[in-house]
């Protein structure tokens, strides 16, 4: 018997370093900059939020401590949405900039109509 397969995510438009606030699950209300984004799976590693216990066993020939650390686990894109610089929690948007040999796509917030991509 075939193992029942997730359905594909939808487009996730957060990037690493963008600042995220969770508003479902046992974090709620909690914010934090994304460590790395899951694309095949829909999961964000998110600086502080998700912490989980994980119990290691000293390893001195590779410098590992023994004891209990805690490290974040992983949460669902759908869970988070993405700050503006102002602290309000927002939807994505797009806006196409530039003329029309050079067009750019950036992101802009839904409510205040912020551009949430930094400048490269």
């Keep these: 018997m075939k193992k029942k397969q997730a359905p594909p995510p939808n487009k996730i438009l957060l990037k690493q370093g963008d ?5 479902a699950g046992r974090d709620k209300g909690k914010t934090g900059r994304i460590l790395s984004v899951n ?6 590693l998110v600086e502080g939020v998700m912490l989980m216990k994980k119990h290691t066993r000293p390893n001195p020939a590779k410098q590992i401590k023994g004891g209990i650390a805690e490290r974040e686990s992983t949460i669902a894109v759908s869970n988070v949405m993405i700050m503006t610089s102002g602290g309000v929690a927002t939807r994505i948007g797009f806006r196409v900039e530039g003329a029309a040999g050079k067009q750019r796509r950036t992101r802009v917030a839904r409510k205040t109509g912020e551009i949430l991509d930094k400048k490269a």
Excluded: A, E
């Design 39 to 44: 694309r095949d799976t829909g999961r964000l």
């Design 19 to 23: 600042v995220v606030k969770v508003i």
